[in-house]
């Protein structure tokens, strides 16, 4: 039994999610940390919401309102859909608790005093019509590199090359529309040279590993090649306050080195409040951030790459003085590096990338809402970005819900439960099994092996793939032995063993399918005569911040009772009843609905562009 650190990327607060991010970071993640469960290991899930920064500062000027309110209104948003999609945290927090700030300085400091920080100048950006500082994807222009149209201030997407906003072409504020304003001021900046050694030789270690997804690890390794010293602090008002530096207000520690601690920081949370409750020690954080035999997976989309494969590694070298300079151990003692970066590729909508500012989107609440969270699990999970972009279209997405799910999945539990109903009202006794049986049952149970190993190594489509086939191999049982025409008295004890061997065969597939389908998984676990509770669902516990008393929800849960990842005997004389159906046929007309729901927005949006309003 290991332990297993699932670190999943933070939602930014500016605004409810779409269903681009959940397919990054969200439902891999939670498939992953199920299973791991199931398979007997110790997890730690944890997240929160990445709330600093100007985008938060700009969100919050045009709404009229102050950027804590906006972090608090948008955290509660995102909260919500994330429970609602099942995803299973321990605890899933925020950036603007005292609790994260103080071990965001206490990294900074242990970093500063290792020689790995220095204070240099740079140009900044203002924006001429706000005097605000811009972040720097908030800039953009033409790459240097590349000569791509688009780059960001921070990155190139096209080349993915990092850059600085003055060095763009032509680059303009994305707030005003102005050329920004450069102008030079101190910071502090992560001496990523003195880093470098050690970068890569981890790097090396891991593609030797053999572990992490072949365009993950090109894709850092290729960061290596132009390695420069990055700014760490900002001129801003709005973020965590730069140790040393109190006497100047508007410099602020950068959420590239603030974000990531999260996962420490919410680690340190979690065991402070298990403490709290009575349930561990405020220390146990520890077995899985000091303890080199943990196992660490950070989950995100590919365009957090550079932030968990050289920024964050960076920053834990650095404090665990592992660096060109050596240093020394500070309070949180050696952290361990990422075992493996889980990036996913984009997702796209209809052909075109997913924007909420231009409203080319689909939120989580909608589609929660008008399909449920499984049909949108089981999308993202068989047909979504896990190692090359994907596209999202409605027309794809009935069609397998309706194909899939409904006529698939969903057609064998009923047809077998429904049978069962009304043959027996109850799992009957088998008698002596046929080959038949023997083989669809030796079939399922082998699934387990493989699905499993599947979902450990991060192939997740091939394990979803290998259920669904193993779905279908009972849907062709029930075709071959024809339970439904075994009317004859004398045929009763071979319809008895035909419907117990098909409950079995649905009990163990459902079992697997809960980690992607945990939703459903305990509606058929219901079905089944079971308690309903194979996935443990998370909770929005409405807390408050352990240091300073501000109100605000967390996602938790109580995971500790999971079943066995394992083939479990169905009870005979469990009674079964009549089941309603699990999944719900879509209408084809959905797909010109939602079509046309697109096409609203983005008419609105374009109007709103030419001070247009068509409301």
Sequence with gaps: MSKILSAVAWPYANGPRHIGHVAGFGVPSDVFSRYMRMAGHEVLMVSGTDEHGTPIMVAADKDGT??????????????????????????FTRTTTQNHEEVVQQL??????????????????????????????????????????????????????????????????????????????EHYFLDLPALADALSTWLDEVE???????????FSQHLLEDVRPRAMTRDITWGIPVPGWEDQPHKRLYVWFDAVIG???????????????????????????????????????????????????????AYNGEGKYGGSTH????????????????????G?????????????????????????????????????????????????????LVAGWGNLVSRTAAMVAKNFGEIPAPGALAEIDTQLLQAISQGFTQVGELIAEHHQRAALMEIMRLVGEANTYISRTEPFKMKDPAQRERLATVLHTLVQAVADLNMML????????????????????????????????LDSGHPYPIITGDYRNVPAWESRPVVVGTPISKPKPVFKKLDEAVIDEELERLRAREARWRAGKLGINIE
């Design 66 to 91: 102050s950027p804590q309110a906006l972090a608090d209104k948008n955290n509660r948003i995102i909260v919500e859909d994330l429970v609602n999609l099942g995803l299973s945290y321990d605890l």
């Design 108 to 185: 900074f400091i242990g970093c500063r005093e290792n020689g790995y920080m220095k204070v240099q100048k740079m140009l900044v950006a203002f924006d001429p019509r706000t005097g605000n500082t811009l972040p720097d994807r908030y800039i953009e222009g033409t790459c240097p590199i590349c000569g791509a149209a688009g780059a960001r201030g921070d990155q190139c997407d096209n080349c993915g090359n990092q850059l600085d906003p003055q060095d763009l072409i032509d680059p303009v504020s994305k707030v005003s529309g102005l050329r920004p304003e450069f102008k030079e001021t």
């Design 208 to 218: 030797k590993a053999g572990k992490w997804r072949p365009n993950v690890i090109s």
């Design 263 to 317: 996962y420490l920081s919410a680690s340190i949370e979690w065991a402070r409040r298990r403490e709290e409750a009575g349930q561990g020690s405020r220390e146990d954080w520890r077995e899985w951030w000091n303890n080199p035999e943990a196992l660490s997976y950070y989950f995100m989309g590919k365009d957090n790459i550079v932030f968990h494969s050289q920024i964050w590694p960076a920053e834990l070298l």
């Design 331 to 350: 309070e949180f003692g050696v952290l361990n590096l990422p075992t493996q970066v889980v990036a996913s590729e984009f997702l796209t909508m209809e």
């Design 352 to 404: 075109e990338k997913f924007s909420s500012s231009k409203q080319v989107v689909i939120y989580v609440r909608d589609v929660l809402e008008r399909y449920g969270a499984d049909a949108l699990r089981y999308f993202i999970s068989i047909a979504g970005p896990e190692t090359s972009d994907a596209d999202f279209t409605w027309k794809e997405f009935v069609r397998r819900n309706n194909s899939e």
């Design 514 to 545: 809960s980690v992607f389908l945990p939703h459903s998984a305990n509606m058929i676990d219901k079905i089944l005569g079971g308690a309903g509770d194979i996935a443990p669902m998370p909770e929005l516990v409405e807390t408050q911040d």
